[in-house]
Each structure stands twice: as C-alpha cells, then as structure tokens.
T-cell receptor, first 113, second 113 residues
Framework: SQELEQSPQSLIVQEGKNLTINCTSS?????LYWYKQKYGEGLIFLMM?????EEKSHEKITAKLDEKKQQSSLHITASQPSHAGIYLC?????????????FGTGTRLQVTL | KAGVTQTPRYLIKTRGQQVTLSCSPI?????VSWYQQTPGQGLQFLFE???????NKGNFPGRFSGRQFSNSRSEMNVSTLELGDSALYLC????????????FGPGTRLTVT
C-alpha cells in the first residue's frame, strides 16, 4: 500500500462549489507539503504545514494538519476554473532529509462552468 | 530570476538506448534534485546533488545516474532504457541541501518504445 494516500483520486466540481482533498500518511508526519501541478508540467508549491493543528491559507485555499490522525486536508472555497489541476501532497516521514519527500499519487481536479 | 529550465522537454527513445537529461537551476541555487513521475508510482525521488556531490539517493537501480557541474547545472543519465522508464522527469532546485524550499522545472517527458 502507498505510504501517502490521497482521496479522492479525481474530482469534478461545478464552478463556485467548495471541495476538500485529503492526504493520509501511514507513518508519523514531520512536515506536510501541498503542491499543484498542471498536467505534464512541474509542481507549484502551495503551502507547508509542520505543527499539529496548524492551518494555513493562500487566497481561497486552506490546508490543515492533524498530527494525531497523520492527516492533512486541503479545502478550496468557491472553486474557479483556475483551480483545475493535480494536487499533490508531499511528506517528510523521517527520511532524515527534507529533499527526500514522499509524495501521494495526486488528486485530479476538474472545475466545470 | 529565471526559473528552473529542463531540456529537452520531450524525448522518444528505443529500449536499450541511453538518455541524458539536463537541468539548469535558478541562479544562486546549489542543490538540484531529480524526480520520476509515472501514473502508477506517482512522484518518486531519484537523487539530490549539492556542490557537485550526490547527497541523497532514492531507491532506483544503478542504471539511473546523475552529476552536477561547477555552475550547479545537473544532468541525469539513464542507461539501457526499459519500457518502464517512460515517465515525466522533474528536477527541482533549492538554495540549500535538504531544504523544503524546492522549485520545480517543467519536466522532460521521456517515452521509451
């Protein structure tokens, strides 16, 4: 099984609707990172969470970290077509180096008009 | 500052051949990490170079190798290509080794036939 599970794998929402993506780790989390990727392109860093209970927001995107559940959620409010893409969570599960992140398999988001 | 650049963007090779991919980091960044992204395995860490030395390595066979030059530019080489090596190869640059602050390039899409 995957060390980092994302759900759902894909999501289609109507413009203006809210949505949530979850990322669950089978190991202790020492840091959780959210990225966005346009199909076939590089990753764009969204935000980093390091402390249990930490919550960060960037424009209409909010991410939370539940250290006890080893889980993070990414919530988009009032989705727009520009939010479409693949959302990836990356985690430091004690590899000893931040550059060796483990990534989830991604959630593909489509926003319909 | 210019972003991370990768060349070529697309490549088609035949099984058994070898391939070299190039990555130019953001000016001033001395760390370059390489990742392989496939639909089945997701995004996986290959290796990281800092100041011309390999600092970290993922779980890939020895057919995958890399190097970094004095100007921080990096190349990765895959010898004896297999069909399963078809993937998007991403590089990320960072100002420091082991840093979470990574900036990704657009990737090189390699197809092995």
């Amino acid at each position: 099984s995957q060390e980092l599970e994302q759900s759902p794998q894909s999501l289609i929402v109507q413009e203006g609707k809210n949505l949530t993506i979850n990322c669950t780790s089978s190991k202790t989390l020492y840091g959780l990172y959210w990225y966005k990727q346009k199909y076939g392109e590089g990753l764009i860093f969204l935000m980093m969470l390091q402390k249990g209970g930490e919550e960060k927001s960037h424009e209409k995107i909010t991410a939370k970290l539940d250290e006890k559940k080893q889980q993070s959620s990414l919530h988009i409010t009032a989705s727009q077509p520009s939010h479409a893409g693949i959302y990836l969570c990356g985690a430091d599960t004690g590899s000893g180096t931040a550059s060796k992140l483990t990534f989830g398999t991604g959630t593909r988001l489509q926003v319909t008009l | 500052k210019a972003g991370v650049t990768q060349t070529p963007r697309y490549l088609i090779k035949t099984r058994g051949q070898q391939v070299t991919l190039s990555c130019s980091p953001i000016s001033g960044h001395r760390s370059v990490s390489w990742y392989q992204q496939t639909p089945g395995q997701g995004l996986q860490f290959l290796f990281e170079y800092f100041s011309e030395t390999q600092r970290n390595k993922g779980n890939f066979p020895g057919r995958f190798s890399g190097r970094q030059f004095s100007n921080s530019r990096s190349e990765m080489n895959v010898s004896t290509l297999e069909l399963g090596d078809s993937a998007l190869y991403l590089c990320a640059s960072s100002p420091r080794t082991g840093s979470y602050e990574q900036y990704f390039g657009p990737g090189t899409r390699l197809t092995v036939t």
